[in-house]
Every structure is written in C-alpha cells, then in structure tokens.
C-alpha cells in the first residue's frame, strides 16, 4: 500500500506549498508601500482610502490653504477633518501635522501617556482658535491619511506651536524613538 502524504496533499499539493508561502510573504512585504506604487490595490470600500485620494489630486499648489472643519483630535500630531475643496464635495480624511512626532495614546509608560494626554489637549487647543486650513499637502506613510501644514486664525504653523510647546519633537520620516527613553526618572 502507498504511504498518505500528510493532510491529504499529493505531491504535487507539497511541491507548490513553499511556491505558496514565499508568494503570500511577497504580497504581505508589498502591502505598506502600495501608496508609492503606480498600481493601487482595490480598496472600493475604504471611505477614508477614496476620499484622501481624491484630497490629493485636488490640493493643488503647494501654499494653497484649504479650510477644514475639525471633527475629532486623535492625538497630539494627527486629526480628523472635513476638508472643504473648491470642487467638489466636502471629504473627511485624518491629518498628520508636518514635521513632528508627538507621544502615542498607546503609551509604552505611563510618563509617555501623560505627555501623550497633554499634546492631544494642546492640539485641541490650538485647533480650537478657528479657521483651521491646511497646506502643503502630501501623502502620508498610512493610506487614508494625509500630511500637511496646519494654520489656524492666531497660529500660523501648528507644527512649529507644537514643538515650542514642548508636546513634540521634529520628525522627518523614518524611525522614531520612544517616548519612555526620553523621560528623566
């Protein structure tokens, strides 16, 4: 009688499983950098996808400000927004502010989640003074966010008010440090 392959396969069925596993590796490693790549993976029903797209084809110009309602603050770098174009319908995305990096919710400590709860408060704060507009937008790292330079009626730069602040530190892509490293004990 003939040995069973296990689970069932044949041996065909074990020759293409590796070819399998290196293949679903492949499109997993693809996966965060589809915004950089020419072709798009379907996202039909991501909203936040859809809407940050059509953002930035419509922007424009650089020094273009466009006004924003504030919906919520995430946390003390990034926001939700309705973001009104000149065409078109109003359309929500979530914003990073340019240049910074702020302590996470998520906190690894609780030092980096006290930081964390003040710069959300600040940003709130700042966000509060009115006629918040948006610049200078670009795509960010995550889909369905953007990045871009942030004013409102009293505070040109909220990036910069940040950072003076204190509730953030400069950013500029790539890794970024832990919060609970930075804090004396």
Same mark, same amino acid.
């Given at each position: 009688?003939?040995?069973?392959? @296990?689970?069932?396969?044949?041996?065909?069925?074990?020759?293409?499983? @590796?070819? *399998?596993?290196?293949? +679903?590796?492949?499109?997993?490693?693809?996966? %965060? =950098?589809?915004?950089? +790549? !020419?072709?798009?993976?379907? #996202?039909?029903? &991501?909203?936040?996808?859809?809407?940050? &797209?059509?953002?930035?084809?419509?922007?424009?110009? %650089?020094? =273009?400000?466009?006004? /924003?309602? $504030?919906?919520?603050?995430?946390?003390?770098?990034?926001?939700?927004?309705?973001?009104?174009?000149?065409?078109? !319908?109003?359309?929500?995305?979530? $914003?990073?502010?340019?240049?910074?990096?702020?302590?996470?919710?998520?906190?690894?400590? @609780?030092?980096? *989640?006290?930081?964390?709860?003040?710069?959300?408060?600040?940003?709130?704060? /700042?966000?509060?003074?009115?006629?918040?507009?948006? #610049?200078?937008?670009?795509? &960010?790292? #995550?889909?369905?966010?953007? $990045?871009?330079?942030?004013?409102?009626?009293?505070?040109?730069? /909220?990036?910069? +008010?940040?950072?003076? +602040?204190?509730?953030?530190?400069?950013?500029?892509?790539?890794?970024? *440090?832990?919060?609970?490293?930075? $804090?004396?004990?």
């Amino acid at each position: 009688m003939f040995a069973r392959a @296990p689970f069932g396969l044949s041996s065909q069925g074990r020759r293409t499983l @590796p070819w *399998l596993f290196i293949l +679903a590796v492949a499109i997993g490693a693809m996966l %965060p =950098i589809r915004q950089w +790549a !020419p072709w798009r993976l379907p #996202y039909a029903f &991501d909203r936040w996808s859809r809407d940050t &797209d059509t953002i930035l084809r419509q922007a424009g110009a %650089p020094e =273009i400000r466009h006004p /924003v309602d $504030v919906i919520r603050t995430i946390d003390g770098d990034t926001f939700v927004a309705r973001v009104h174009l000149p065409a078109g !319908p109003d359309l929500t995305t979530r $914003v990073r502010l340019r240049g910074i990096d702020a302590p996470e919710l998520k906190a690894a400590c @609780p030092q980096e *989640l006290q930081m964390a709860e003040a710069a959300t408060s600040a940003l709130r704060e /700042v966000l509060g003074q009115g006629d918040v507009a948006i #610049y200078h937008v670009g795509p &960010d790292k #995550y889909q369905g966010r953007i $990045v871009a330079d942030v004013g409102t009626r009293t505070t040109d730069n /909220v990036s910069a +008010a940040m950072l003076a +602040a204190g509730h953030a530190r400069p950013y500029n892509g790539g890794h970024r *440090l832990g919060w609970c490293a930075n $804090v004396t004990r």
